[in-house]
C-alpha cells in the first residue's frame, strides 16, 4: 500500500497530536496486506508507551510500532532500531503470554481505535489501540468483551471505567470526525510506503518537541546558575567591605608597640596619637586586660594577617566567579544562536559536563562525537587576510588556546558576550592594513550580543596578551593589554572563503 505525502498531512502531523483519520485509514490498509496472519516472534517495551511487535508474515520479517504517547501516539510499520530493558515491564509481559499471532485489523467506529484480532495459548483476544490524544491507550480484551488489563488503568468515575474485569466500552466518539476525513487528493510523482512517510513525519515532529523541551531545560538550568552566582558575587563583595579594615588593625599594632612605655597590663582602653593620619589625630584603643602590651600589639597584627589572605582569597573567589558568570553568559547568547539540534546538543553536554544541566543523556540531541568536528568559520579581508571566529565555546577556545599564534591579532565585544575573533598574519606579508583591523572587528561586533547597538566597542590584542587561566572554562580567557575600536557591525552576508 501506498500514500500521497500531501502538504496537508505533513502540517496536521508537524502540528498535532493526532493522527488523521485518512492517514490512519491508509495504514491500516497496508497493516492489512502485511501482517494479518502474521507469527509474532517478539513483543519489546523501549519506553512507557511505546511497543514494538515483531513479526514474520511468511516471506519477510516486519516490526510493528504501538505508541500510546499522548502527544505522539500513533500505529505503523517501522525500520527504527530501539533499546529495550532487561526485564519487559508489566503489560509487555502480559502481551508475551496472551498474543502469538495478528489475524485480522480493523477500524472502530469510524474513529481513531484500531483494534487487532490475536490468537495465542489462551485463546482469542483483541488488542484495541486508541490514539485518542492525551486518553491514548492500548487495551487487551477477552473474546467475551471483558478487559483483561490496560496499559494505563482508569478507575475514576468521571471516565469510562478501564480495568481488569470491566466490559470494554468505546469511548464516544468527537463531533468533528466527520470534518478530519478529507485526505489528499492527488497522486505523488513517486509512490512510498505510508508507514513510511508516517515515520519520517512523527520522527521529525518528535525531535522538533525534544529540541524544544532540551533548550527550554538549558534556559531554566542557565538561569538557576545565573541567579546562584549573583547572590555569591553579593556575598563576597560583603565580605570584602568587612576585610577592608584590614589596615588599621595592623597600625594599631604598630601605635601599641611604639607606646608601650605609657600602657599596663590590665587596661581595657587606651587613647594614642595616631601618627598614620595626617595630621596626627588621637584614637581610642581598645585593649585586651589580661594581655601585656606586647601581647596586644600581636593580637592586632594576628588580625590584619589573617584579614589580608581572607581579602585575597575573596579577591580570587570574585574574580572565579564574574569569569563563570561570564560564561555562562556566553552559553546564554550561543543558545540563542545556535540554528540546529547539533548546536543545542553542544551546549546541552557542556552544561552536562560542567554539572549545571541535569538530565539523562539520551534525552540529549545528538553531537558530533568522536567525528571530525566542524571547522571555525572563515572569511576574507579586504587586504586578502584569514578572519576565522567561532561559533560556540568548543570553537572559541580552540581558536584562542590553539590558532593564535604570534604576529596575529585577537578580537572580541567588550563586555559583552561574542565569538572570538583571530585576524591571522600571513609569512612574507608586511603588517596589517587599517581597513583589515576594521572588518575583522566588525565580525566580532556583529556576532556578540551587542550586534543590535549602532556603535561596539571591539577589544584587539596581540597574541601574547591572551590566555585561559587554568581550570577556566572552554572560551573563556584573560586579556593582559588590549586596545579599543568602535565600529559598526558587518551587517552584509557572510562570505565563506
Not at 27 to 56: C, M, N, Y
Not at 260 to 284: A, H, T, V, W
Request: include cysteine.
Amino acid at each position: 500500500m501506498f500514500f500521497n505525502c500531501g502538504e496537508k498531512v505533513e502540517s496536521t502531523v508537524a502540528q498535532g497530536y493526532l493522527m488523521e483519520l485518512s492517514l490512519l485509514e491508509n495504514v491500516i490498509v497496508e497493516l492489512t496486506e502485511k501482517i494479518s496472519g502474521a507469527r509474532i516472534t517478539k513483543i519489546h517495551q523501549p519506553a512507557a508507551d511505546l511497543f514494538i511487535f515483531r513479526l514474520w508474515n511468511g516471506s519477510e520479517n516486519l516490526k510493528l510500532l504501538l505508541s500510546a504517547a499522548p502527544g505522539n501516539s500513533r500505529l505503523h510499520l517501522t525500520e527504527q532500531n530501539f533499546a529495550n530493558p532487561f526485564t519487559p515491564p508489566r503489560f509487555c509481559q502480559l502481551l508475551r503470554s496472551r498474543i502469538s499471532r495478528i489475524l485480522t485489523i480493523s477500524q472502530l467506529n469510524h474513529d481513531r481505535i484500531v483494534q487487532f484480532e490475536c490468537a495465542g495459548p489462551k485463546g482469542l483476544c483483541r488488542l484495541l489501540v486508541e490514539l485518542t490524544g492525551r486518553r491514548s491507550n492500548l487495551i487487551l480484551v477477552a473474546e467475551n468483551g471483558r478487559i483483561i488489563d490496560a496499559l494505563k488503568r482508569v478507575q475514576s468515575n468521571q471516565q469510562r471505567l478501564i480495568a481488569a474485569g470491566q466490559m470494554y466500552v468505546l469511548p464516544e466518539r468527537p463531533q468533528i470526525l466527520e470534518m478530519q476525513r478529507k485526505g489528499p487528493k492527488n497522486a505523488p510523482p513517486e509512490e512510498v510506503s505510508v508507514s513510511l512517510v508516517v515515520e519520517k513525519l512523527y520522527t521529525q515532529n518528535h525531535r522538533l518537541k525534544r529540541e524544544k523541551d532540551v533548550r527550554g531545560l538549558i534556559e531554566d538550568s542557565l538561569k538557576k546558575a545565573q541567579k546562584k552566582l549573583r547572590r555569591r558575587l553579593e556575598n563576597i563583595e560583603q565580605e570584602q567591605v568587612n576585610q577592608e579594615n584590614y589596615e588599621r588593625n595592623k597600625q594599631r599594632g604598630e601605635l601599641i608597640l611604639a607606646n608601650l612605655y605609657q600602657i599596663k597590663k590590665g587596661l581595657e582602653r587606651i587613647e594614642l596619637e595616631n601618627f598614620f593620619r595626617q595630621p596626627p589625630m588621637p584614637e581610642s584603643i581598645a585593649l585586651d586586660p589580661l594581655l601585656s602590651p606586647q601581647q596586644n600589639a600581636e593580637k592586632y597584627f594576628r588580625k590584619y594577617k589573617k584579614a589580608r589572605r581572607g581579602l585575597e582569597h575573596s579577591a580570587r573567589r570574585l574574580e572565579e566567579t564574574q569569569l563563570e558568570l561570564d560564561w555562562l553568559g556566553q552559553i546564554a547568547f550561543q543558545l540563542e544562536q545556535a540554528a540546529s539540534p547539533a548546536d543545542v546538543g553542544e551546549i546541552a553536554a557542556e552544561l552536562k559536563s560542567a554539572g549545571i544541566l541535569k538530565t539523562a543523556q539520551h534525552k540529549l540531541p545528538r553531537t558530533q562525537g568522536g567525528r571530525e568536528r566542524s571547522p571555525c568559520n572563515m572569511l576574507i579581508s579586504p587586504g586578502a587576510f584569514k578572519v576565522f571566529w567561532g561559533q560556540n565555546s568548543r570553537q572559541n577556545d580552540q581558536l584562542s588556546t590553539r590558532e593564535l599564534k604570534k604576529g596575529d591579532l585577537w578580537f572580541h565585544a567588550k563586555n559583552s558576550p561574542g565569538s572570538h575573533v583571530v585576524l591571522k598574519a600571513a609569512a612574507g606579508r608586511g603588517p596589517f592594513a587599517d581597513r583589515d583591523i576594521s572588518f575583522a572587528a566588525s565580525v566580532a561586533a556583529r556576532h556578540s550580543k551587542a550586534r543590535g547597538n549602532q556603535k561596539v566597542e571591539v577589544m584587539i590584542a596581540a597574541a601574547g596578551a591572551v590566555r585561559k587561566p587554568a581550570g577556566a572554562k572552554p572560551g573563556m580567557v584573560t586579556v593582559k593589554k588590549y586596545k579599543s575600536l568602535m565600529v559598526e557591525s558587518l551587517q552584509d552576508q557572510d562570505k565563506d572563503s
